[in-house]
């Protein structure tokens, strides 16, 4: 975008400054009343709120963006990662998570920023700020990325199924089918009901740490003291600690959370609740990772597995093994419901980044038959990878370690990317970092 302000005016006038500048798009399903999962807000609702009722259910109202984001990324490919860490090193990575807090937060505040100010996209923030190439760059990597990280969810909903004595082609095949539909009523509130009862399923792997008994002042200790792995070769070490940052923060979440956050309709005004969302999915989201690090080390620390993780799967027999069917089974649910809900938004932040740069209509407001193209490629990227997974011989075991490499690669240039618009007042005006 030129050094004409995209934004530089009073929260309240922030859509009508952005959809008159030049270069920016707006959905106008994107302007309206806020109908979160547990409350809504009117256009015309300015009211001070004063006291604490009223602060909450406008809280209630907003939550979403944040929690789908954080807990959408502790997906297959975060319970593979996180699992692997455990098995093969302990605990003594746990460290590597309280590192990223403070990044998590940094990246995804600042793109609720840019969301809720301009009304504008990611991928169309980049490709008007810094040219055709840059965005094209962006859009691809995102493309190519969210592609196999998709399919990396249906490898993780096929071990899951494996496990529980489940069909992997019925079982897929009605994954996807839900997935699809969720996304697909017109309906953004049904949508992020949805995705909230997905939040509470991702939570079955906090109980197993009950079950198996850690113990606590080791999982202290290693979390707030870093240290690297006695006995491992540096180079697999550094690997996986690549793999756990761009499983934690992955590229995607950047284009999703902004994306998102316009399409609930979150304004400036909000910005304060939509943080506290943001810190809640951040709780969630490392308790989670803590917890399955945790729960492995103590699992197969001392038995014949410990530096031999093989899969996601594989932990769910070893929990079974040695602990009992119970935990294995919470295990195996949760990681289908996280594979499920990571593909639900990684598939949208594609659909929303393509809308965005292509001008197609692209909201969860919409039905299918009013933004065609929106759910052609949300649906198309479900359908594919659940195909690939299907596909006799197809190299999985590659795709899995790949992906999350790669996020970790790529998440340099998505944060530069971030801070040059962050730090831009032509785009964020008063909000400038």
């Not at 019925?170 to 997935?179: L, T």
């Not at 659909?351 to 039905?367: I, N």
């Not at 759910?375 to 197809?394: E, F, Q, S």
């Amino acid at each position: 975008m030129p050094k004409t302000a995209i934004l530089n005016a009073a929260p309240g006038d922030r859509r009508e400054v952005a959809a008159h500048s030049r270069g920016a798009v707006l959905d106008e399903a994107h302007v309206g009343d806020i109908h979160g999962a547990f409350g809504s807000i009117g256009a015309n609702d300015h009211a001070p709120r004063l006291t604490l009722w009223s602060k909450i259910k406008t809280l209630l109202a907003i939550i979403g963006p944040g929690m789908i984001v954080m807990v959408g990324d502790n997906d297959a490919g975060a319970f593979g990662t996180y699992t692997q860490a455990g098995q093969n090193y302990g605990t003594t990575l746990l460290w590597t998570l309280l590192l990223l807090v403070p990044v998590l937060f940094l990246n995804q505040e600042m793109v609720l920023r840019l969301g809720t100010v301009t009304g504008v996209g990611h991928a169309r923030l980049i490709f008007e700020r810094f040219g055709k190439f840059w965005g094209a760059f962006s859009v691809i990597d995102l493309f190519v990325l969210n592609a196999l990280t998709i399919v990396t969810e249906f490898i993780g909903i096929s071990l899951g199924l494996e496990y529980l004595g489940l069909s992997k082609l019925w079982g897929i095949g009605a994954a996807a089918i839900v997935i699809m539909g969720a996304a697909s009523t017109g309906n953004f509130r049904r949508f992020e009901r949805f995705a909230m009862i997905l939040i509470l399923g991702s939570l079955l792997v906090v109980p197993i740490i009950f079950m198996v008994h850690p113990p606590v002042g080791q999982i202290a200790h290693d979390f707030f003291t870093p240290a690297m792995p006695p006995h491992g070769k540096l180079s697999e070490v550094m690997l996986l600690i690549i793999a756990i940052v761009g499983t934690t923060i992955a590229p995607w979440q950047l284009f999703f959370q902004q994306s998102y956050v316009i399409d609930k309709r979150i304004t400036p005004r909000f910005m304060a609740y939509e943080r506290i969302d943001l810190w809640l999915g951040i709780v969630i989201v490392i308790v989670g990772a803590v917890a399955m690090m945790a729960f492995t080390a103590q699992v197969f620390g001392g038995k014949p597995e410990f530096g031999n993780f093989a899969d996601a799967g594989a932990v769910a027999t070893g929990l079974e093994k040695y602990y009992g069917r119970l935990p294995g089974v919470m295990f195996a649910v949760a990681l289908i419901d996280a594979s499920i809900i990571g593909a639900c938004a990684v598939s949208l932040s594609t659909a929303y980044a393509l809308g965005d740069v292509l001008s197609l209509k692209h909201s969860l407001h919409r039905k299918v038959g009013d933004a065609k193209g929106f759910y052609a490629v949300y649906c198309g990227l479900i359908a594919v990878a659940a195909a690939l997974v299907l596909t006799p011989g197809a190299p999985l075991g590659l795709l899995t370690n790949l992906v999350q490499t790669l996020a970790g690669v790529l998440l340099p240039s998505a944060t530069v990317f971030l801070l040059l618009l962050c730090n831009d007042k032509a785009v964020l005006g008063p909000w400038v970092n």
